[in-house]
């Protein structure tokens, strides 16, 4: 089986091509590198011991998605082209509206023009409204997004439902990931963030590495446990194995499906830093400081339709998540560019 992986070169998606290449099945890669490095596909394919075929370019260019249709048997697609920096889609809400809509427009008219309608899509647990209680199912109340990014995987879950709705021939997956962390265990691929990073646990890294001075807990006086934020953390592996497990339900359904992609566990920052030291042995100085506008106290999934349905379960543990993201950044201090 043929799948085509837009985003193919970044973090989610080359964890999930070794997978795939593990699991017997051909890779194409299209990406415009504009948040990756092709070192990354590089290391995947010697990891696999097999290749994979790679377009650079843009999921935007109808031109080049009618070349690959054409040169390459596509019986699936696992679209994750696309920016996911919260921040920057306040101040850049037009360039996050065209690049994240605009990908899966071209893209599903292209599959439709070519007679290939099954598709799986990087959705994210941002998309459920603030006010739900947890765990969060599938089911849970969604919209009212607090920022572009987060509308724009909303509005592509609508775009993707209507499309399917309008012909039983699509089989859709709407893939709701909660929070990927850690890296492939050889320490080989990983998350590799531009700048200062937005999420917890590469500025963990950083911090501990010494890229950063100390990592700035956002609040302590939320109603949890210990006063931090409490988020599902999911180990990348686990998650790139969740789509394979999509694939081969796509490849046999039709119809639109949503799964959360989740352990079902919530941990505080501090559970975070603390998991962290000691799991490594190195010390990660912190300071509490406001609360980052926009954060919600709790997020945490109820995965038991993954489990069901897929049959896909996450296996690793937050000690794995620690030692797995932490054995990438020591083995890559500067991420790919080194
Ligand atoms: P990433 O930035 O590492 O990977 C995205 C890839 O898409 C990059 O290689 C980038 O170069 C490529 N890309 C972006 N726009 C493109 C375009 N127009 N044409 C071709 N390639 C393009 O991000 P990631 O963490 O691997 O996330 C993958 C997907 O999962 C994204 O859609 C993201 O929104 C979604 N997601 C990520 C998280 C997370 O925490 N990482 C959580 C929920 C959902
Ligand atoms: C963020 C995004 C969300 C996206 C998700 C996965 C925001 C508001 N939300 O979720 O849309 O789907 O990433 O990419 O950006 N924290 C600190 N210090 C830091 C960084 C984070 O204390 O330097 C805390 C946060 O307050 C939160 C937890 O760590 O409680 C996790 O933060 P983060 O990794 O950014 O993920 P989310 O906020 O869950």
Known sequence: MRILVTGGAGYIGSHTCLELLHGGY??????????????????VQALAGKSLTFY??????????????????????????GLKAVGESVSQPWRYYDNNLNTTLALTKVMEEAGRKNLIFSSSATVYTASNTMPLQETSQTGGCTNPY????FMTEQILSGISHADPAWSVCLLRYFNPIGAHESGQIGEDPRGIPNNLMPYITQTAIGRRERLSIFGDDYDTPDGT???????????AKGHVAAVNYTVAHQGVEVFNLGTGKGYSVLDMVNTFQQVNQV??????VARRPGDIATCYADP?????????KAEKDLADMCRDAWNWQCKNPQGYQA
Not at 150 to 153: C, E, L, N, R, S
């Open 304 to 312: 038991e339709k993954s489990e069901r349905m897929l049959g896909w």
């Open 283 to 288: 010390s990660v100085p912190y300071q509490i």
């Open 229 to 239: 934020g409490v988020r599902d953390y999911i180990h990348v592996v686990d998650l």
């Open 150 to 153: 987060g509308w724009t995987k």
């Open 56 to 81: 650079q370019g843009d999921v935007r260019d109808l031109a080049l998605l009618r070349r690959i249709f054409q040169e390459q048997e596509i019986d699936c697609v696992i679209h994750f082209a």
């Open 26 to 43: 051909d890779v194409v890669v299209v990406d415009n590198l504009c948040n990756s490095n092709p070192v990354a596909l590089e290391r």
